[in-house]
């Protein structure tokens, strides 16, 4: 059958929003209430006629409310198909009345778990009768129409108000398979609370991935693609997902993963002192710490100001007046900042094209979690890569300076966020040279050195400023040619994984160079 009167309808809500509109609509068309506990209350309170769920059992709620709807008047009602002549006998024989609307929405786990509730209280709020409803309803959606969420609420109130009291089969489709959705995800963070968070399991057998649609992009990473995204949901999730876009045309595909990529940089030196760091595509172009955040903007973009045109932004600190002004003095995609004072707000007003995205707090660079991605046939899962630098093996025979020292612990963490073959020189603070992507460790480097000499022939500097710097590698030099073009850059000291085969013949060409070595015995690369 395509329409659908509505003469009964059960409402079990744990979220009220919109509950008594919606039950005020529904005597409006002449339909029954049928509700349950708080449900029942909040209808009658509001003056509506409601019958109560153990009327239409014959059971009382029992067990704390933990067996209420779980009855065979509820479930017939909602699983009888109504032309069938054998379903429709056993409805008249066991006196069960036909349900045409459900109205549900769960009990909050997700919320629950992220307030600290101890283990007793989370299990209590699984919910068991409210997913059994929604799943018998919408199975049953050629008869049934079941809600979930209240934004639904007025979609369906226009259509009974346009047929007369009914719903079309189209509406109850799509609000099946939003129904089948949501339980999913509710069983999703269940299966993934009991996984990870109380049995502490890295990698359960089945994983579940819990997503909401939050917006569809225009297109991909390509014209010819196209895409969506979707955010996490979970206690504590935090980043671009969350973050509040002040201002700004829409956020495109590349946008969005241009804006992680600098997040999670940005994220290594939130407890540091002012910190810019400048993405484009994925990779960090400049970076720098100062005493302020424009003039850590300042030496970030003079790294490499071709690259710094058309990227992303992302600052450890509130956005200010002065630090927006620079910014604001070429094209930029996107800013990310914690926050933003009302000054830098109105500089950025007159750019309407510029994106303005604010996260309230940054993430926690050494949160646990996984990360996933997809290839033909299958998922790569693997934990975040929150390594924290272990104590550093100096390996030749000149230690590095304290200054050398904080070089190498900058360029290092940088390091860690550029595309392998990764190469970063750094200098007082701020990324001279970035060599990304290769598929050679000596050309990398080559390429930084390029950057870095570029850069000082743009700034009008009278050398690079390689010169004197620290060099980080990704990962170990399988050959002392790329620590070579680091010594012909002018570097000083080095940061690497060591590890190699020919370790005994990099550290003897860093010993002839004069240059201090360190081994961090851990690797980072990112693919």
Known sequence: MTSIPIRRALLSVSDKTGIIDLGHALIRHGVELVSTGGTAKALRDAGLDVRDISDLTGFPEMMDGRVKTLHPKVHGGLLA???????????????????????????????????????????????????????????????????????????LIAEMDAANGATTLDLRKRLAARAFAATAAYDGMIASWFGFADQGEAFPETLPITLKRSASLRYGENPHQSAAFYTATGPHVRGIGQARQVQGKELSYNNLNDADAALELVAEFRDAAPSVVIVKHANPCGVATAAT??????????????????????????????????????????????????????????????????????????????????????????????????????VTKRAPTEAELADCRFAWTVAKHVKSNAIVYAKGGSTAGIGAGQMNRLESARIAAWKAKDAADKAGWATPRTIGSAVASDAFFPFADGLLAAVEAGATAIIQPGGSIRDDEVIAAADEAGLAMVFTGMRHFRH
């Open 293 to 394: 955040l424009e003039e850590a903007y300042a030496a970030a973009f003079a790294c490499d100001t071709v690259s710094a045109f058309g990227g992303i932004i992302a600052l450890n600190r509130t956005l200010d007046e002065a630090t927006a002004r620079a910014i604001a003095g070429i094209f930029t995609e996107v800013v990310v900042a914690p926050d933003a004072d009302e000054a830098a707000l109105a500089i950025f007003a007159a750019k309407k094209n510029l994106r303005l995205l604010l996260t309230g707090d940054l993430p926690d660079a050494a949160r646990t979690g996984l990360q996933a991605k997809s290839i033909t046939g299958g998922w790569l899962v693997q934990t975040r890569d929150n390594g924290i630098l272990p104590e550093l093996k100096v």
């Open 81 to 155: 198909v109504r032309d069938d002549p054998a379903h429709v006998a056993s409805m008249a024989e066991h006196d069960i009345g036909a349900i045409d609307l459900v109205i549900v929405n769960l009990y909050p786990f997700e919320q629950t778990v992220a307030k600290g509730a101890d283990r007793p209280e989370v299990i209590e709020n699984i919910d068991i009768g409210g997913p059994s409803m929604v799943r018998s309803a919408a199975k049953n959606h050629a008869f049934v129409a079941i809600v979930t969420d209240p934004a639904d609420y007025p979609a």
